[in-house]
């Protein structure tokens, strides 16, 4: 399978631990973004990276979170300390310069329960 | 945007039917479009896009209309079958009208297709 895969496809900890969250995305995919969802809403995007570089970041990206793509390819996503409200699926997606960098492919998701 | 909870907007068709699933957009800068067909524990898969100087676009099976005037899309499918049953969003590239690859996911549509 050659699409985007995400690790772990779930999680669950407890309040005030840190966690990481994996992606690769589709090889020589140039951009890679990631998005949380939560039950019963549409994704909602966080944090973009073309090649190695974090070129955007959402509002809702607080200090405790962070994500890095080190070498363009896989990227990860760290939530410090993580609170009950960052109960969640995370999304990771990625796109190719040839079509677009709105039509993204997603992976599956980690799922995320903070207890 | 507006949390409506656990609540989705659902649309029951029998299988044969056509379905049309509506999305309000809210972004008159938004160029590019896009309706993703999420099923229960994957991430959102891309099924057809359209561009704002366009007012309907064709794929296999699916057309999406796109009406400006009053910012509404809508995703028309033939022939419903039960493996199109799934959550359906519409997204629109983000506020900055395309500079940078966010989307903005609506609230999503359950479309369930009875045998």
């Known amino acids: 399978d050659t699409g985007v895969s995400q690790n772990p496809r779930h999680k669950i900890t407890k309040r005030g631990q840190n966690v990481t969250f994996r992606c690769d995305p589709i090889?020589?995919?140039?951009?890679l973004y990631w998005y949380r969802q939560t039950l019963g809403q549409g994704p909602e995007f966080l944090t973009y990276?073309?090649?190695?570089?974090?070129?955007?970041k959402s509002r809702l990206l607080s200090d405790r979170f962070s994500a890095e793509r080190p070498k363009g390819s896989f990227s990860t996503l760290e939530i410090q300390r993580t609170e009950q409200g960052d109960s969640a699926m995370y999304l990771c997606?990625?796109?190719?310069?040839?079509?677009?960098?709105?039509?993204?492919?997603f992976g599956p998701g980690t799922r995320l329960t903070v207890t | 945007g507006e949390s409506v909870g656990l609540h989705l907007p659902t649309l029951s068709v029998q299988e044969g039917d056509n379905s049309i699933i509506n999305c309000a957009y809210s972004n008159s800068a938004s160029d590019y479009f896009i309706w993703y067909k999420q099923e229960s524990g994957k991430g959102p898969q891309f099924i057809i896009d359209?561009?704002?100087?366009?007012d309907k676009r064709q794929g296999q099976r699916v057309t999406v209309l796109l009406n400006k005037t009053v910012k509404h899309l809508s995703l028309q499918i033939a022939a419903t079958q039960p493996g199109d049953s799934a959550v359906y969003f519409c997204?629109?590239?983000?506020?900055?009208?395309?500079?940078?690859?966010?989307?903005?996911f609506g609230k999503g549509t359950k479309l369930s297709v009875k045998p």
């Open positions: 359209i561009r704002s100087n366009m």
């Open positions: 090889s020589e995919h140039n951009r």
């Open positions: 997606a990625s796109s190719s310069p040839g079509q677009g960098m709105y039509e993204q492919y």
């Open positions: 997204a629109e590239n983000g506020e900055y009208g395309g500079s940078q690859g966010n989307l903005i």
């Open positions: 990276f073309q090649n190695e570089a974090q070129l955007e």
